[in-house]
């Protein structure tokens, strides 16, 4: 891993979260960076290899990868199979002001720091669990009447999962 004075910030966010939902096949090579923002990755399916803060990660489909903000990080994507994912970026103060009382949203960020390991694997029951809850977040961040202009301001409730249930 470079020197932390090599490497870059990349990607800003301006709202509150974003959600991407990407399917790539083309080969590309990303180079070691960091965010500002928490960023939560769940693999949908390809071959890609994550290196979070010199610990590498062997993602397996519906693997969830949390990347905490200012943490240097890079995947590693084997182009002979189409790398799909869904990546959350998640703002610092949004997860402050979201959280309640004892009970912080960023809790799984903080733990997986302190534990130096950020990867999550689920059995099916759970994986099934989250692919609903993706798909109803997907689908509410497309109706243009939730959030202002459907940015998204606010997390349906239906989506909000304890962090306790995941850490």
Known sequence: MPDRKEINKRGYLKEDFRLFHLKDSRAQKVDYHYHAFDKLILLLG????????????F???????????????????????????????????WLERRSDPGEALDTCFDTTRERGFHLLRFDAERRLHYMQRIQQLEEALRDRSFGPCGTGASAPPAWRIPSASIC
């Open 46 to 57: 390809g071959k890609v290899t994550y290196v979070v803060e010199g610990v590498t990660y």
């Open 59 to 93: 993602l397996q489909p519906w693997d969830l990868l949390l990347v905490g903000h200012d943490l240097i990080h890079r995947p590693i994507i084997d182009p002979a199979e189409p790398y799909e994912r869904v990546v959350i970026w998640l703002g610092r103060e």
